[in-house]
């Protein structure tokens, strides 16, 4: 398994040495037997320099470097820390130390030392140290908590990579395994490696089958497309060191996946299904329009809690609270419909890596007449747009698009399903 996880904990330094500048290899089952990890006293490491052998959304991971680290000459100090507990670190890992140390030029001399003994390792600043956090640990439960990528009424979630287009089967780790005997070695999508395809020689995979015709949509509409071929498709953003490396022979985020992919040709693919369905694109509205005078949100109760909470954090910290409004119109199927997006903020709004900031943010929809018709539900983090769908049979979704996250929402669920494209590059 390709990691590069550990790049999700920082950027590290641009002076880092050559001789690791990639993150460090995948915890895998497989790893020899070690004695387990002690956690460290976090308030020890503050300010520190880490040397890191390991990052896992899993606690108790116990990676291979760790054993090879053990039987060498170097000296070694390894622990276990919670990155929330740090400012400089991404949230929700628990990161395996080697060492730490006060000054960035002796963690970057270690760190050669472990590189040149093969121990895989990454240094990063971990900067303050801010005990446990009970509110973001638990965003954390929740965000690591397993999406069903596969949408109900048949909807799956669409791509593309370059000029392919590819679609989301969403299927368990065991039905994978199988139909992903025989898959070609993979081949990188593009310039950037930051998506891989290995053609899989199956023609059949569940409900769906080569030959077969589905319906893509995108900036332009719903098409009906050909569906070509099933791959394993590895996708995400690389972390920087990753471009610095001499070996880009292989994926550096991601972990395979099969996809359908169709021979169309899209612009900003939104969902597919093997049923006919609509959809429409939002138009933005300028901030004064009368359409967003008719909002019934203002007046809702999701829109009065969602407004006390921020001004009771934004209290919290001392700090003014903002609040940002637009307004988008679709017209789907000869109606009219007004979605509203409503952000709550205080200072820049980005409120991951530790950082103490509010960032409450909300999207719901009302038709022609001023009734909810999609109540107002919390996207992910940092909206970017969303698109409204009829499905086939005829319920009315929004598929709200964020910061590396598409999400699906109904009138009576805030999320059908959800899609994220993996991120292993510099967060914080």
């Given amino acids: 398994m390709p990691l ?134 638990a965003w954390c439960a929740g965000a690591l908590a397993p999406e ?19 679609v989301h089967l969403g299927l368990d780790d065991a039905l994978t395994e199988r139909v992903s005997e025989g898959a070609t070695p993979a081949r990188t999508v593009g310039r950037r490696r930051s998506a891989w395809v290995s053609e899989l020689p199956a023609k059949t995979v569940g409900d769906f089958a080569v030959g077969q015709q589905l319906f893509v949509s995108d900036k332009n509409g719903v098409r009906s497309c050909a569906l070509t071929s099933f791959v394993l498709l590895t996708r995400g953003t690389p972390h920087f060191g990753y471009y610095e490396s001499s070996d880009q022979s292989r994926p550096g985020c991601g972990e395979p996946e099969v996809f359908a992919e169709v021979g169309c040709k899209t612009i900003d693919a939104g969902l597919a299904s093997a049923t006919a369905f609509t959809a429409a694109q939002g138009v933005e509205l300028p901030p004064a329009h009368a359409l967003l005078a008719k909002s019934p949100f203002p007046s809702s109760a999701e829109w009065k809690q969602a407004a006390q909470r921020a001004q009771q954090d934004a209290d919290a910290l001392g700090e003014p609270l903002e609040l940002a409004v637009k307004g988008y119109q679709y017209e789907l199927d000869g109606k009219a419909y007004v979605g509203v997006y409503a952000r709550w903020t205080t200072g820049d709004g980005v409120n991951i890596c530790g950082a103490d900031a509010v960032n409450i943010e909300l999207f719901g929809v009302f038709d022609g007449q001023g009734a909810v018709v999609l109540p107002l539900q919390p996207t992910a983090d940092f909206f970017e747009g969303a698109t409204l769908y009829k499905a086939p049979n005829g319920a009315l979704l929004a598929e709200v698009r964020a910061w590396n996250t598409r999400r699906v929402q109904s009138r009576e669920r805030p999320k059908v399903c959800q899609l994220d494209y993996p991120y292993c590059d510099c967060a914080c």
Avoid at 150 to 158: I, K, M, N, P, Y
């Fill in 148 to 166: 069903a990528p596969v949408c109900e009424q048949t909807l799956r979630f669409a791509e593309q990579h370059e000029d392919r287009t590819f």
């Fill in 4 to 137: 590069l996880l550990l790049a999700l904990l920082g950027c590290g330094s641009p002076t880092a040495s050559p001789a690791a500048p990639d993150a460090p290899a995948a915890v895998t089952p497989d790893a020899p037997a070690a004695p387990a990890i002690a956690r460290g006293d976090g308030k020890a490491y503050d300010g520190k320099w880490l040397v890191l052998l390991s990052s896992s959304k899993e606690p108790g991971q116990m990676p291979e470097s760790v054993a090879t680290l053990k039987a060498s000459a170097l000296p070694h100090h390894v622990a276990r820390l919670a990155s929330t507990e740090f400012k400089g670190l991404m949230p929700c890992y628990e990161v395996v130390v080697a060492d730490a140390f006060d000054a960035q030029a002796d963690a970057l001399a270690y760190s050669k030392q472990l590189a040149t003994a093969g121990v895989d390792n990454y240094a990063k600043l971990a900067g303050k140290w801010v005990g446990p956090q009970p509110k973001l640990e």
